[in-house]
Each structure stands twice: as structure tokens, then as C-alpha cells.
């Protein structure tokens, strides 16, 4: 019994694990639109410090890597990620960086990090996301009621 358990534990997580690898994450903002306006999606933009940021790391495990999240993820979002880390060996090319300072300066002008908006496909915020969240679950129900722009 205790072996059948740990099996299927074991095949839940490897299941949650391969979902969660779907998730594509962009790091462009104008194909980001365009994708939403040819998929009838809303873009999740999200301003992470994925080396430094505490709150961000923990977004990313426990929201971002989950399977609920990809399953909604996949059918309703175009996911853009812009991130801001300080090690080197994560550096982002010169035109990412920029690229992302720009975004930053139009959608996060305070800097706060973790920092997750809504958005229609033409670029204007719909919504934003709070942070902490419940779990997973909650997360994407608060999504799955957002009114429609």
C-alpha cells in the first residue's frame, strides 16, 4: 500500500512538473501583443528580480511552477516576463536590459518587485495582481474573474 502511495506521489508530481515546464514565458513586449491580439488572450506581464528578489523566487515556485497555473496559463495568457537580476552570470543582453528599463519606466515606475499586471492586447493595464497570495488555486480563480476589457 505504502508503495503504491509514494507512486502515485511520485506521478502527480512528475505530472505537475511537466505542466508546469509548458508555461512559455516571453521576453518581448510587442510580440507579446501581437500574440494576445491573434490568441484572444489578455498578457500577464510580470517585473521580477529572479536572483535577488525574495518575494519574486517565491512568486515563481509556488505560483509560476504550478499546475494550476499552467493549465490556465496555457488556454487564457500570454505570459511576459521582465526581469531584472543583478549576478553577472545572469546578465541580460544590452538590448533585453534596455528593453526591459523602458517597460519598467511606462508599468513600474516605483519599482516594486514582485510586480504582476493584466494587460489588454494593446497594452493598456487591466489589472493588477496582488501579491502575497493564497495558493495557486486562488491565484487563478482571481484571474478567471476578472471582468472582460
Known amino acids: 500500500m505504502r508503495i503504491k502511495i509514494l ?6 508530481s512528475t505530472t505537475a512538473t ?9 521576453t518581448d513586449f ?6 494576445a491580439k491573434s490568441e484572444g488572450k489578455v498578457i ?12 519574486c523566487i517565491r512568486l515563481d ?7 494550476a497555473f499552467a493549465e490556465y496559463a496555457k488556454e487564457h495568457l500570454v505570459l511576459l516576463k521582465l526581469d531584472f537580476p543583478v549576478k553577472a552570470k545572469n546578465k541580460l543582453s544590452p538590448e533585453q536590459t534596455k528593453h526591459n528599463e523602458q517597460l519598467a519606466e511606462r508599468y513600474n ?10 494587460l489588454d492586447a494593446e497594452g493598456v493595464i ?7 497570495l493564497d495558493t495557486p488555486e486562488a491565484y487563478v480563480k482571481g484571474l478567471s474573474e476578472m471582468p472582460d476589457k
Open 7 to 12: 507512486s502515485l506521489a511520485l506521478l502527480l
Open 44 to 55: 500577464l506581464m510580470n517585473f521580477s528580480g529572479s536572483d535577488w528578489c525574495g518575494n
Open 126 to 132: 487591466i489589472r493588477k495582481m496582488p501579491y502575497p
Open 61 to 67: 515556485k509556488t505560483l509560476f511552477q504550478s499546475a
Open 30 to 35: 510587442e510580440q507579446s501583443k501581437a500574440t
Open 18 to 26: 511537466a505542466l508546469a515546464q509548458e508555461v512559455n514565458w516571453m
Open 109 to 118: 515606475s516605483k519599482g516594486e518587485f514582485p510586480t504582476t499586471l493584466i
